[in-house]
């Protein structure tokens, strides 16, 4: 069976990174073209999962000693920004919520019908939500500091992959749904990686595009399902075997991929493709913001999504700093708003619109003095980049903040679950910390300074880009929002902020 689709135009193959081929390096590109490779990424992650579950559920009810909420919102979040910054979205290729993937495809044959996933909710507005939903949720429940909560949002991940992929087509989940994958993957923008097509003219003259569709490929075609394009072994270049190798379940074609959004590096393009023609391409942190990846295939709720996680993430410091609690005593005092949880819900929607407000004033700001009488969402759409790569900074400084207070802690934690449970373990809850105290602050503001000065070449090159002569007018609106921004960024990673999740002292 051959699957015919148009050809992409020479556009859409030049618009790709020609930087050095990770899978070049000795072994890297047989072991991905395994079949089995990501499940040895998804295994530990599963093992993990279990863990928290566990401990959460039935563990001690303290969130430094539990694998909970100390492996959930200490180590992962930290190791998280620490992959895309330095390889790429590493997270969702290790992600165990696709090993529902298998129990789901036979409840669904057994059902005998797959539903379309509906048309208004694909886009990135529910995925908006629902990231608001569990910061709100985080703050106002206490999530970091209750191992129980922490457990049953794990096994409401589960549950809600699986009954979705029961449903709905694969890759639905991780593309409209998925908070902390939508997370990874505006951020993956802003990584050194992304995958793209190796030789051109190959892809080019590939009619299956298995990268997209997947491929079968049998020694005896009649073996074939019928559900992916087959391809004969004696095609296979560097050949991994015969069976189903499934394509991109996200819908990307390797050779028009401008960008990494939407990519959950599962790699299936690379044991699909029959030509060996798939690459993990280095790439310049600035080169995707710079060239408007987003504005064709996802739009305004994408651009959107990377706004708000600026502010979110402002939010989300900012309410574990001293100022931030007397403010909102003053406010609950002054508006009679005695639930904290309200309360909570008020200022993060307040800081929403407020935030949005000012980027869409700046943005068109900087449109309107580059000679472009554009609208609101146009202007957006060009500079909504530049807040990507702020927020991108202050998150991973902010994390890696309280993932370097208490890094080491996760041995005495582990220690502890067995301890708990009766086995002869002594935790040494010495182990916490990974960098001296003082080094903190300059680590994480260096950060925050460095990501801020990517933002401004990316301001500066939108303007050379989209405003020719009066590009030097255009940037500079842009360019001091950036400096107000990184500004304010490093005065909040400067004061004393609520060390949470980490180690404990001796208690009874």
Request: net charge neutral.
């Given at each position: 069976m051959s699957r015919r689709v148009p050809l992409p135009t020479a556009g859409a193959f030049t618009d790709q990174p020609r930087g050095f081929d990770l899978l070049s390096l000795p072994g890297l590109r047989r072991f991905l073209r395994w079949r089995y490779a990501r499940l040895v990424f998804q295994i530990p992650l599963l093992v993990l999962a279990i863990f928290v579950i566990v401990d959460g559920l039935a563990g001690r009810q303290l969130a430094p000693r539990n694998v909970a909420t100390t492996a959930s919102w200490l180590h992962y979040r930290g190791l998280v920004v620490v992959a895309l910054a330095l390889i790429g979205n590493a997270f969702c290729a290790a992600c165990p919520l696709m090993l529902t993937r298998g129990p789901a495809n036979a409840v669904k044959r057994l059902l005998g019908r797959e539903r379309r996933w509906p048309s208004w909710l694909r886009s990135k507005w529910l995925v908006i939500v629902l990231l608001a939903a569990i910061l709100v949720s985080y703050e106002a429940f206490g999530l970091w500091a209750s191992p129980w909560l922490t457990a049953w949002i794990v096994i409401a991940y589960f549950v809600g992959a699986f009954a979705i992929d029961v449903l709905f087509p694969a890759g639905t989940f991780c593309r409209y749904v998925c908070p902390l994958g939508n997370f990874n993957f505006a951020f993956a923008s802003v990584s050194p990686t992304q995958i793209a097509a190796?030789?051109?003219?190959?892809?080019?003259?590939?009619?299956?595009?298995?990268?997209?569709?997947?491929?079968?490929?049998?020694?005896?075609?009649?073996?074939?399902?019928?559900?992916?394009?087959?391809?004969?072994?004696?095609?296979?270049?560097?050949?991994?075997?015969?069976?189903r190798f499934p394509g991109c379940e996200t819908r990307l074609m390797v050779p028009t991929m401008t960008g990494s959004m939407d990519c959950t590096s599962c790699f299936n393009c690379v044991r699909a493709c029959p030509y060996d023609n798939v690459g993990l391409v280095v790439r310049s942190p600035a080169r995707e913001a710079t060239t408007d990846a987003w504005r064709r295939r996802w739009g305004l709720p994408a651009v959107l999504l990377g706004v708000l996680l600026l502010w979110w993430g402002l939010l989300n410091a900012v309410?574990?700093?001293?100022?931030?609690?007397?403010?909102?005593?003053?406010?609950?005092?002054?508006?009679?708003?005695?639930?904290?949880?309200?309360?909570?819900?008020?200022?993060?929607?307040?800081?929403?619109?407020?935030?949005?407000?000012?980027?869409?004033?700046?943005?068109?700001?900087?449109?309107?003095?580059?000679?472009?009488?554009?609208?609101?969402?146009?202007?957006?759409?060009?500079?909504?980049?530049?807040?990507?790569?702020?927020a991108f900074g202050f998150w991973a400084a902010h994390y890696l903040f309280h993932f370097l207070t208490g890094a080491v802690s996760i041995v005495p934690v582990f220690q502890h679950f067995f301890e708990w449970r009766g086995f002869d373990v002594t935790p040494n809850w010495r182990l916490a910390r990974l960098v001296p105290s003082a080094a903190l602050f300059p680590l994480t503001a260096g950060i925050a300074s460095a990501y801020a000065l990517v933002a401004a070449w990316v301001a500066i090159r939108i303007a050379a880009r989209d405003f020719g002569r009066r590009a030097a007018l255009a940037m500079w609106p842009m360019l001091l929002f950036v400096v107000a921004l990184a500004v304010a960024q490093v005065l909040i990673l400067s004061l004393p902020m609520e060390m949470r999740g980490t180690i404990l002292g001796p208690t009874s």
């Open positions: 190796v030789d051109p003219e190959v892809c080019r003259s590939c009619e299956e595009k298995p990268c997209l569709h997947g491929r079968e490929t049998y020694a005896d075609p009649a073996r074939a399902r019928g559900e992916f394009a087959h391809v004969e072994p004696s095609r296979v270049v560097a050949f991994n075997g015969e069976g309410q574990m700093v001293p100022p931030f609690f007397d403010a909102a005593a003053w406010l609950s005092s002054t508006l009679g708003i005695g639930r904290e949880a309200t309360l909570l819900a008020l200022i993060f929607a307040a800081v929403t619109a407020l935030g949005t407000a000012v980027s869409f004033a700046v943005s068109v700001a900087a449109d309107r003095i580059g000679g472009k009488r554009t609208s609101p969402g146009r202007a957006l759409l060009r500079w909504g980049y530049v807040h990507l790569v702020l």
